[in-house]
Nanobody
Framework: VQLVESGGGLVQAGGSLRLSCSAS????????MGWYRQAPGKQRELVAR????????NYADSVRGRFTISRDNDKKMMYLQMNSLNPEDTAVYYC????????WGQGTQVTVSS
């Protein structure tokens, strides 16, 4: 299993970023997938999930209406479009299956300045 996240960076409040997740060695096309984040001193939390065929998506209350999760099963890729970012969104963002694989990627750092 290899999960590789990318697309993070430093952005001002109100800005946007698009994260990407590449999966290999997994049963990606049949997996429910999710984006997780971990802020300094806090536990990792699930912020968005998407079913295998993209029919259903769910979001944490803190990001609903601002973040959009999507996937491309042919490419084994998943995305997180993040709009209207605020400093509370600052965290390392990870992708993984639901339930999670024991292996995690390195994550991608998102930093939102006020």
């Amino acid at each position: 299993v290899q999960l590789v996240e990318s697309g993070g960076g430093l952005v001002q409040a109100g800005g946007s970023l698009r994260l990407s997740c590449s999966a290999s060695g997994t049963t990606f096309s049949i997996d429910v997938m999710g984006w997780y984040r971990q802020a300094p001193g806090k536990q990792r939390e699930l912020v968005a999930r998407i079913t295998s065929g993209s029919r259903y998506t769910n979001y944490a209350d803190s990001v609903r209406g601002r973040f959009t999760i999507s996937r491309d099963n042919d490419k084994k890729m998943m995305y997180l479009q993040m709009n209207s970012l605020n400093p509370e969104d600052t965290a390392v963002y990870y992708c993984n299956r639901i339930p999670t694989y024991s292996t995690w990627g390195q994550g991608t750092q998102v930093t939102v300045s006020s």
